[in-house]
């Protein structure tokens, strides 16, 4: 998971973040930009919009499987 972007004011914040994950031999995406506000405190999720999609990583890009390496010599 990657934190794209954060934001707070007051007692709401928001939270953008995207989901990388497998879809039989290639890569999927869930990003949600989220709303929450705090109450005594504390900080409660209220809704997320969302989107989904397809990863598609060039050959020389960094594997989404979070190896550090490029995805031609990983997981392609």
Same mark, same amino acid.
């Not at 934001?7 to 497998?22: M, P, Q």
């Not at 919009?49 to 990863?55: F, K, P, V």
């Given at each position: 998971?990657?934190? %794209?972007? &954060?934001? *707070?004011?007051?007692?709401?914040? &928001?939270?953008?973040?995207?989901?990388?994950? +497998?879809?039989? $031999?290639? #890569?999927?995406?869930? *990003?949600?930009? /989220? /709303?929450?506000? +705090?109450?005594?405190? +504390? #900080? =409660?999720?209220?809704?997320?919009? &969302?989107?989904?999609?397809? %990863? !598609? @990583?060039? $050959?020389?890009?960094?594997? @989404?499987?979070?190896?550090?390496?490029? =995805? !031609?010599?990983?997981?392609?």
């Amino acid at each position: 998971m990657q934190i %794209l972007d &954060t934001s *707070e004011s007051g007692d709401s914040g &928001t939270v953008h973040f995207r989901a990388i994950y +497998r879809v039989g $031999r290639g #890569w999927g995406f869930l *990003e949600e930009s /989220s /709303s929450f506000v +705090r109450e005594q405190g +504390r #900080w =409660y999720y209220l809704r997320g919009d &969302t989107s989904e999609g397809q %990863l !598609k @990583p060039g $050959r020389n890009d960094p594997c @989404p499987c979070g190896s550090g390496r490029k =995805y !031609k010599a990983c997981c392609l």
